[in-house]
């Protein structure tokens, strides 16, 4: 008897250890469920607070776009240089905060921009945005943009006139053109025209679309006349033969008048400090036609054409020679007059500007008599060259020429004369030269060529696009009017 109740005591002591262990098991169970509730509803309430975060860092990046577009909009490049340098910009000597609002919420978080501003003869700014909301302001995001004006150095080729590019023209770079442009060649990148259609001076017939090709695609051969399938009512054709990436038109044109008030504001700053100007004036009372400028690497040898020959463009005489002079880093080198132009540039990022101002004939710079060569292809080299008129290539210049620069021809053009004399019908009298490389950019007013129908002038042009010219282009080069994002990432 004592047995069983013993037996019944230890029975009820095991149930209760039993239920003791479950009930803990439970409750471990339970508290681990709840605590992975709890923390989910915390990471989905993170997540929330962490993505508001983010849009309210990027509502600070397009709150300074706006504000940027309030204040630098339609403005010279002197005046933007004016507002970076002495008008106190939002963000850059300290950071700018400022609240966020919800329509429907009131304020719900800030953001704080902080910015790089451009350097001198630079148009690229960087801004940092970072933003929080009210209710978790630990929870940070930051966004970093790249503002820039686009630059008249970012096509391979950009012109204001009829275009035509003929066989044996190859092209690496946008192209585009105010007007039509005829294509025989082969364009590596978009060519693209402001006009929808236009009528091709070289030759007889109606209309052709905008950017068009009189390459036969069956055979390659090249058509002189009318191209019924390169014009309207035709449907467009890809023609990746020769148009690789496409073709665009019409497109937005490019002002080239903006360009009168930049030569203003280059003179200015080359006489400012940011680089050196060279007026006009007479060389021991001789003719002061211009300045002849050979680059040697971080120096350069500047000489007074006193003489040159109008017809072809070489220099008979020069006088009042200056050895050694410093070529200016990230500056201008301006002359009131022509300019030729050769050598070697090393560890220099200049611009060479040709431009008569205080009145009289207008300025050209005349290229050719040797190469024109960059030492480093990784940006630390960079060549701008602005003509208030034309950027010539001189009849005796290299049969194989190269040219690492970004050429911008102000109301003029980018070319070589034709100098085959009149009723020449033989070879020996023919200008004929080989090939022409162009390492950069090229911008030109008028019709540009560097070769004829008749197959003289440079019988291979090479247009070759220089990418660092994108982001930093030639010191004080003219830019667009406005800012756009062009460079976005989350840091």
Same mark, same amino acid.
């Given at each position: 008897?004592?047995?069983?109740?013993?037996?019944?005591?230890?029975?009820?002591?095991?149930?209760?250890?039993?239920?003791?262990?479950?009930?803990?098991?439970?409750?471990?169970?339970?508290?681990?469920?709840?605590?992975?509730?709890?923390?989910?509803?915390?990471?989905?309430?993170?997540?929330?607070?962490?993505?508001?975060?983010?849009?309210?860092?990027?509502?600070?990046?397009?709150?300074?776009?706006?504000?940027?577009?309030?204040?630098?909009?339609?403005?010279?490049?002197?005046?933007?240089?004016?507002?970076?340098?002495?008008?106190?910009?939002?963000?850059?000597?300290?950071?700018?905060?400022?609240?966020?609002? +919800? #329509?429907?919420? /009131?304020?719900? &978080?800030?953001?704080? @921009? =902080?910015?790089? $501003? *451009?350097?001198?003869?630079?148009?690229?700014?960087?801004?940092?945005?970072?933003?929080?909301?009210?209710?978790?302001?630990?929870?940070?995001?930051?966004?970093?943009?790249?503002?820039?004006?686009?630059?008249?150095?970012?096509?391979?080729?950009?012109?204001?006139?009829?275009?035509?590019?003929?066989?044996?023209?190859?092209?690496?770079?946008?192209?585009?053109?105010?007007?039509?442009?005829?294509?025989?060649?082969?364009?590596?990148?978009?060519?693209?025209?402001?006009?929808?259609?236009?009528?091709?001076?070289?030759?007889?017939?109606?209309?052709?679309?905008?950017?068009?090709?009189?390459? +036969? #695609?069956?055979? /390659?051969?090249? &058509?002189?006349?009318? @191209? =019924?399938?390169? $014009? *309207?009512?035709?449907?467009?054709?890809?023609?990746?033969?020769?148009?690789?990436?496409?073709?665009?038109?019409?497109?937005?044109?490019?002002?080239?008048?903006?360009?009168?008030?930049?030569?203003?504001?280059?003179?200015?700053?080359?006489?400012?400090?940011?680089?050196?100007?060279?007026?006009?004036?007479?060389?021991?009372?001789?003719?002061?036609?211009?300045?002849?400028?050979?680059?040697?690497?971080?120096?350069?040898?500047?000489?007074?054409?006193?003489?040159?020959?109008?017809?072809?463009?070489?220099?008979?005489?020069?006088?009042?020679?200056?050895?050694?002079?410093?070529?200016?880093?990230?500056?201008?080198?301006?002359?009131?007059?022509?300019?030729?132009? =050769?050598?070697?540039?090393?560890?220099?990022?200049?611009?060479?500007?040709?431009?008569?101002?205080?009145?009289?004939?207008?300025?050209?710079?005349?290229?050719?008599?040797?190469?024109?060569?960059?030492?480093?292809?990784?940006?630390?080299?960079?060549?701008?060259?602005?003509?208030?008129?034309?950027?010539?290539?001189?009849?005796?210049?290299?049969?194989?020429?190269?040219?690492?620069?970004?050429?911008?021809?102000?109301?003029?053009?980018?070319?070589?004369?034709?100098?085959?004399?009149?009723?020449?019908?033989?070879?020996?009298?023919?200008?004929?030269?080989?090939?022409?490389?162009?390492?950069?950019?090229?911008?030109?007013?008028?019709?540009?060529?560097?070769?004829?129908?008749?197959?003289?002038?440079?019988?291979?042009?090479?247009?070759?696009?220089?990418?660092?010219?994108?982001?930093?282009?030639?010191?004080?080069?003219?830019?667009?009017?406005?800012?756009?994002?062009?460079?976005?990432?989350?840091?």
């Amino acid at each position: 008897m004592k047995n069983e109740i013993k037996n019944k005591k230890n029975l009820k002591g095991s149930a209760l250890a039993y239920a003791l262990i479950i009930m803990a098991i439970v409750l471990i169970i339970l508290t681990s469920m709840l605590s992975y509730i709890v923390s989910q509803i915390k990471f989905s309430a993170n997540r929330v607070e962490k993505e508001k975060a983010l849009q309210i860092a990027e509502a600070g990046i397009y709150f300074y776009r706006w504000y940027l577009a309030h204040e630098t909009a339609g403005k010279s490049a002197q005046d933007v240089e004016n507002f970076w340098q002495n008008e106190n910009p939002l963000g850059v000597s300290s950071s700018y905060t400022q609240n966020f609002s +919800d #329509p429907e919420g /009131g304020i719900i &978080g800030e953001y704080e @921009i =902080e910015v790089q $501003a *451009p350097s001198a003869g630079s148009t690229v700014a960087i801004v940092e945005s970072t933003g929080w909301t009210s209710k978790e302001p630990q929870l940070k995001r930051t966004i970093q943009v790249r503002f820039r004006r686009p630059s008249w150095s970012e096509y391979a080729v950009l012109a204001n006139s009829i275009m035509r590019f003929g066989e044996n023209t190859e092209v690496f770079g946008k192209l585009h053109s105010n007007c039509g442009i005829r294509f025989d060649g082969l364009a590596h990148n978009i060519i693209s025209s402001s006009v929808a259609t236009y009528d091709d001076p070289d030759h007889s017939g109606g209309n052709e679309f905008g950017v068009h090709t009189h390459v +036969d #695609p069956s055979n /390659g051969s090249v &058509g002189s006349g009318f @191209i =019924e399938e390169e $014009a *309207p009512p035709s449907l467009l054709q890809d023609r990746p033969d020769v148009f690789e990436v496409g073709r665009q038109f019409p497109v937005p044109t490019v002002n080239f008048n903006g360009l009168v008030s930049d030569l203003n504001f280059l003179k200015s700053e080359a006489q400012s400090g940011n680089g050196i100007y060279y007026d006009n004036n007479k060389c021991d009372n001789k003719k002061n036609a211009g300045r002849h400028i050979v680059l040697n690497g971080t120096t350069m040898t500047v000489s007074i054409v006193t003489d040159y020959n109008n017809a072809n463009y070489s220099i008979k005489k020069e006088d009042c020679f200056s050895n050694n002079v410093s070529i200016p880093q990230n500056g201008i080198v301006f002359v009131e007059n022509n300019i030729w132009l =050769e050598g070697t540039v090393n560890g220099r990022r200049v611009t060479f500007v040709a431009a008569n101002l205080i009145g009289g004939e207008t300025a050209s710079v005349y290229m050719g008599m040797d190469n024109l060569l960059y030492t480093n292809f990784d940006g630390t080299d960079v060549i701008g060259i602005l003509a208030q008129e034309d950027i010539e290539i001189v009849k005796n210049s290299l049969d194989d020429l190269t040219i690492d620069a970004a050429l911008l021809s102000q109301s003029g053009r980018v070319g070589r004369n034709y100098y085959t004399p009149f009723g020449c019908s033989s070879q020996s009298c023919k200008d004929h030269k080989g090939t022409i490389t162009i390492n950069g950019a090229m911008a030109t007013f008028l019709r540009y060529g560097f070769a004829y129908t008749n197959g003289t002038g440079y019988s291979y042009r090479i247009l070759n696009f220089d990418n660092n010219l994108l982001y930093y282009p030639p010191p004080y080069f003219p830019t667009g009017t406005d800012y756009y994002i062009d460079l976005w990432e989350e840091l």
